[in-house]
């Protein structure tokens, strides 16, 4: 299913963990959408030329949420993700498992690590930008496709 990026704001802070955010069912935000909170890009520069080449997200911290409701959701910084377990599925045994991914370390020289921000060192504030992804119903496409099946072409106006 096809998917949107959507922005909103922190409208609440109910504790260092659960925050009100303005997005709700009506933005087609469900339980367990992952929110990042953004701060301030970072700029990458080249240290040759010292040109900006561009900036990347820093996030101040994600959020999912736990209760949705038409115009806006509650979302904590706790939570469980499950996934299934691939491997169980194809012998005939069922059941979600946790799984842990490391890769580890690349081989670097010292005085080549320059580490991004992974957060940002400011605090989480009412007005905060957020960002997550929704679903997109696919009932305009199909409208579309019909609209474009019709035998005879729409009229076409030209500006005078």
């Known amino acids: 299913m096809p998917s949107e990026k959507i922005k909103g704001r ?6 260092p963990k659960s925050v009100v955010i303005n997005l709700g069912s009506e ?9 990042h909170i953004l701060g301030e890009p970072e700029k990458v520069i080249d240290p040759e030329t010292n040109h900006v080449l ?4 820093v996030t101040k911290g ?14 904590t910084t706790n939570w469980t993700q499950v996934r299934p377990n691939y491997n169980l599925i194809f012998s005939g045994l069922f ?13 670097v020289l010292p005085g080549d690590v320059h580490p991004w921000k992974a957060k940002s060192d400011l605090p989480v504030r009412v007005g905060d930008e957020v960002e ?15 609209l474009s ?8 106006f ?3």
């Open 62 to 75: 994600r959020v999912r949420a736990s209760q949705v409701f038409d115009k806006f959701s509650i979302a």
């Open 10 to 15: 922190i409208i609440r802070i109910l504790s």
């Open 95 to 107: 059941g979600p498992v946790q799984t842990d991914v490391d890769e580890g370390d690349l081989k």
């Open 54 to 57: 561009g900036s990347v997200k």
């Open 132 to 146: 997550t992804t929704v679903e997109i119903e696919e009932e305009e496409e199909e409208e579309d496709e019909q």
């Open 158 to 160: 030209l500006p005078s």
């Open 149 to 156: 099946d019709k035998s005879q072409p729409e009229p076409q």
């Open 27 to 35: 933005n087609g935000i469900q339980n367990n959408n992952l929110f």
